[in-house]
């Protein structure tokens, strides 16, 4: 019998509960023999906001959020080769709920995780609202683990 999920979309947004989570995605993913498909997307209703934030350009803070989304990218890709766990990276620019269903689509994956939201002081993170948990659990076609 094959493992019912063998592809596993998991969105990293940088925040903690995003770190926090990777060692549950991993052992989830190692249970079941998955790929885990692993993107950050740069959020483009974000970038004016920490461009103001930061006191820099759209153009520098949009940089600045692709080498970060990088980052955690690579960091996460690590932790899964140690644990040779099949992975592939990507990074986006868009609205986060839209693409993560479009990749959910391309891919063909079995499951969406996603970290929960959370405020973080003086920056942007964990930009997924409950609006749009409702969003992805709506038009998703894959169950959505929320951790």
Request: net charge negative; charged share 25%.
């Amino acid at each position: 019998m094959a493992d019912l999920f063998q592809k596993i979309l998991y969105y990293i947004d940088g925040s903690d509960n995003s770190f926090n989570s990777t060692d549950l995605v991993l052992d989830f993913a190692n249970i079941h023999k998955a790929t885990i498909i692993a993107i950050n997307i740069i959020d483009i209703q974000t970038i004016s906001y920490y461009a103001q934030f930061k006191n820099i350009t759209n153009g520098e803070a949009e940089i600045e959020l692709e080498e970060n989304g990088w980052k955690y990218l690579y960091y996460f890709e690590e932790l899964a080769l140690d644990r040779n766990i099949k992975t592939f990276i990507q990074l986006d620019k868009g609205k986060p709920v839209d693409r993560i269903l479009f990749f959910a689509e391309k891919y063909e994956v079995d499951l969406i995780v996603i970290p929960k939201s959370e405020k973080m002081e003086g920056g942007v993170k964990g930009i997924i609202s409950k609006k749009h948990y409702d969003t992805l659990i709506d038009y998703s076609k894959v169950p959505v683990l929320f951790v």
